[in-house]
């Protein structure tokens, strides 16, 4: 079945230690997102890629970087994990090009930082 | 900016009974409005989408209504089941394919 799929289900790591979350996708989509969900909160899109074209939210910290090398991954890098960024960090596609659309999300992956 | 609210936070309900979900947005210039499921622990998935030009859709014992002028959908489950025990988020799509979630309606249905 075609899906997104990200890895791992749960990272753990230290404050300040980089991380690399990821995420891929057999749908052949041309959007891929991530979104940050703390405990009981809205999900919060921090940027995503139309194509290979970076589209970044004002309000997300530098600490956050993102790379789409090919169509099928992306990845999230956080440079020095604190506390506050614990979270799911769900990813997401979409087709691209109407905005009437729905976006797939995959299980996404949970963080704790010690 | 737009704001999606959705009021109850919880909602606790005995098997059978039918369950009513409530969405409201503050900006009515929508492409559409979907409805999420989301389990304990897991991702979102897509339940219902309303095309902003519609004013409802079905799927089986789920129906969501738009009201696009009042910035208001509701989503009705029918006979509810224990399996349907999870949050359920709303979220409109703004330009830029940009989704502007609500924190979500968890419901508890008791057996």
């Known amino acids: 079945d075609a899906m997104v799929i990200q890895n791992p289900r749960y990272q753990v790591t230290q404050f300040g230690k980089p991380v690399t979350l990821s995420c891929s996708q057999t749908?052949?989509?041309?959007?891929m997102y991530w979104y940050q969900q703390k405990s009981s909160q809205a999900p919060k899109l921090l940027f995503h890629?139309?194509?290979?074209?970076?589209?970044n939210e004002a309000d997300t910290p530098d600490n956050f970087q993102s790379r789409r090398p090919n169509t099928s991954f992306c990845f999230l890098d956080i440079r020095s994990p604190g506390l506050g960024d614990a979270a799911m960090y769900l990813c997401?596609?979409?087709?691209?090009?109407?905005?009437?659309?729905?976006?797939?999300f995959g299980p996404g992956t949970r963080l704790l930082v010690l | 900016k737009q704001e999606v609210t959705q009021i109850p936070a919880a909602l606790s309900v005995p098997e059978g009974e039918n369950l009513v979900l409530n969405c409201s947005f503050t900006?009515?210039?929508?492409?559409?409005l979907q409805w999420f499921r989301q389990d304990p622990g897991k991702g979102l998935t897509s339940l219902l989408l309303?095309?902003?030009?519609?004013r409802e859709q079905t799927s089986g014992r789920l129906n969501a209504s738009l009201d696009k002028s009042s910035g208001r959908s509701t989503l009705y489950i029918a006979a509810s089941q224990p399996g349907d025990s999870a949050t359920y988020l709303c979220a409109v799509t703004l330009n830029d394919y940009k989704l502007s979630f609500g924190a979500g309606t968890t419901v508890t249905v008791r057996a």
């Open positions: 749908l052949n989509h041309n959007v």
């Open positions: 997401a596609t979409s087709r691209g090009g109407q905005k009437t659309e729905t976006q797939y």
């Open positions: 890629y139309y194509d290979k074209d970076f589209n």
């Open positions: 309303i095309q902003s030009s519609q």
């Open positions: 900006d009515s210039a929508i492409y559409n």
